[in-house]
């Protein structure tokens, strides 16, 4: 299985423009006793804008907006007790369909070697994505093979070569002076060599869609009957990689779409409307350079995040990839007995750590999507650890004996000033406070646990 990174930061941020209208939106209709058929139009009409300003296509908006009005202005949730929040659930659901109701992971099923196409615009990713593609079927223990059938740009030729080295798979030997069919047809052969069951062909792209590529892909497409033609599209592009979708499956009857570039600009109309365009669904996200950030896209967790639910199912398995089991409970011990010390702190911070930046562990949180980048510090984490990193063993199991002379030598080693030092401890014995109470039985409702970056 793969690192399942899933939706980070990148894709937060995607939606960020969206979220706040949703949730603005929100709750003023949750503000009223009774809905009136005046405040659903004026309700619906901001989400209509709100999707038009994050870039969904105009007709698909129209059509979702509809849709909604035609459930929204229905008896159940006129004559609701909590008309506001059916409309969240109607919205919600709308959505998630919208976005494909459900994950859609590849078919990897049938004879082999299987074959994915990756097609799209050229700018779009391509090599990249291929990379990361077999970086994920890797972690499901497939066997992949790269193929390099963009003969066009020598570059990506290259690139994918170097690719295979860093990833230790296969990729077939391709050079600019071989024809595309001609590197497919040795390609299946080569893959048979190396004991590879999964083909990924990089094809090449153009600036714009043109008969020459088409036909170029429909001759692939015939010689190697793809499992998976998937097309690769820019989310920074907005409409103009939903009109390429459009054109690419009315020629070779795309299997799926893959976004890339999703730490970008993009507003995310493009994963709104691509699959309502197309009737393909987007499989996976792309949401950085390295392998490892590549994405299966859940749809119902994504709607989740956009209308402020959060994402507890994705924060679970990112904390259960990123936390050893026999270390948490080795520390569950020491919290019962009360031994809960700054090294184990430290120990803890470095596999939070791991889970990604704090905006996207926050944003999974129900009722805390509209939190924002500037209202935590990503640097937080990294300066208590080097803190704690310069004290002594014994001062870390012992804080109370740091006087001032060992916390200016703190402060040298770790270079933060004295009066940070003061503040993480200051949370330490809050943290510490507060485990003492919940193991007693008597937690605070709606306390708060002090955090870096508050």
Partial sequence: MNSFTEISRAAVTMFDNLTEKFNRTFKRLKGQGKLSEKHLKEALREVRLALLEADVNYKVAKEFVADLSDQAMGKEVMESLTPGQQVVKIVHNALTQLMGSEAAPLDLTGRTPLVFMLVGLQGSGKTTTAGKLAHYLKDLNRKPCLVPADVYRPAAIDQLQILGKQLGVPAFPATTQMDPVEIANLALGFASQEGCDILIVDTAGRLHIDTELMHELEQLKSRLTPREIL???DAMTGQDAVRSAGEFHEALELTGA??????GDARGGAALSIRHVTGV??????????SSEFELFQPDRMVGRILGMGDVLTL???????FDEVEAKALEKKIRKNQFTLEEFRDQLKMLKKMGPLSSIVSMLPGMGAVRETDLDPKAITRVM???????AK????PKILNGSRKKRIARGSGQSVQEINRLLKQFAQIRRMMKTMQAGKGRKGARLPFPGR
């Fill in 386 to 392: 080097a803190i704690v990193d310069s004290m002594t």
């Fill in 316 to 322: 679970i398995e990112k904390a259960e990839e990123s």
């Fill in 395 to 398: 001062e870390r199991s012992h």
């Fill in 258 to 263: 893959i976004l890339t570039k999703m730490d």
């Fill in 231 to 233: 097309l690769v599209a």
């Fill in 281 to 290: 669904p987007i499989k996976f996200i792309g949401t950085g350079e390295r």
